[in-house]
């Protein structure tokens, strides 16, 4: 079992930033982020690898969001610039030590509670 615990999020305007952290119980082969916005399904945002090397993006956040990744802290973060409206929701963390599809939400075991972010225009 691996337990995930997110923080970071909040109220921002349109343009600002917010870091994201999420602090999990061990380290595993890789960890996301997803988002849901009310009436939504959830969505992939972001994953990175066990050593950080490797890092995916949905094209919607590409230019604008950072994933990175504390292995001596099982610690992931992301760092969001530029932030939009759109970018509302609850933004969960996902860890898994199964191989599979990064950007499928079924490919990973475990989650967090979910952090909400708010982008006010």
């Known amino acids: 079992q691996v337990q995930l615990v997110e923080s970071g999020g909040g109220l921002v305007q349109a343009g600002g930033s917010l870091r994201l952290s999420c602090v999990a119980s061990?380290?595993?082969?890789?960890m996301g982020w997803f988002r849901q916005a009310p009436g939504k399904e959830r969505a992939f945002v972001s994953a990175?690898?066990?050593?950080?090397?490797?890092?995916y993006y949905t094209d919607s956040v590409k230019g604008r969001f950072t994933i990175s990744r504390d292995t001596a802290k099982n610690t992931v973060y992301l760092q969001m610039n530029s932030l939009k409206p759109e970018d509302s929701a609850v933004y969960y963390c996902?860890?898994?030590?199964?191989?599979?599809?990064?950007?499928?939400?079924?490919?990973?075991?475990?989650w967090g509670q979910g952090t909400q972010v708010t982008v006010s225009s």
């Open positions: 061990r380290r595993t082969l890789r």
């Open positions: 990175i690898n066990w050593s950080g090397a490797s890092s």
């Open positions: 996902a860890a898994s030590d199964l191989y599979g599809d990064f950007a499928l939400s079924s490919a990973y075991e475990y």
